[in-house]
């Protein structure tokens, strides 16, 4: 069973940078990371795609989001960032990552982003 754990959310002014991290592990097994993306939850919305990245480095954004934030990944460190800049406080929610395993999706705890005007 994949783990992930998240980290990297707080309070933030509008106009600052948050860096979220993602590391995936299994004690003691091999796994392989497919696609690997961040979605969020903003209080009484539906959770949205922010961005995801496929294990080859192809990414994608929501609109929202794009020219903003940036999506990496570190296959030998089974991790993957989310570095968001310039932040607005219609970006505030709790920050999830998300990751394939062969066919399964795994999700992590999620990590709290507030963003204040």
């Known amino acids: 069973q994949v783990q992930l754990v998240e980290s990297g959310g707080g309070l933030v002014q509008a106009g600052g940078s948050l860096r979220l991290s993602c590391v995936a592990s299994?004690?003691?097994?091999?796994?392989?990371?497919?696609?690997m993306g961040w979605y969020r939850q903003a209080p009484g919305k539906q959770r949205e795609l922010v961005a995801r990245?496929?294990?080859?480095?192809?990414?994608n954004y929501a609109d929202s989001v794009k020219g903003r934030f940036t999506i990496s990944r570190d296959n030998a460190k089974s991790t993957v960032y989310l570095q968001m800049n310039s932040l607005k406080p219609e970006d505030t929610g709790v920050y999830y990552c998300?990751?394939?395993?062969?066919?399964?999706?795994?999700w992590g705890q999620g990590t709290l982003v507030t963003v204040s005007s």
């Open positions: 299994a004690s003691g097994k091999i796994f392989i990371l497919n696609t």
């Open positions: 990245i496929t294990r080859g480095g192809t990414s």
């Open positions: 998300n990751v394939v395993v062969g066919n399964v999706e795994v």
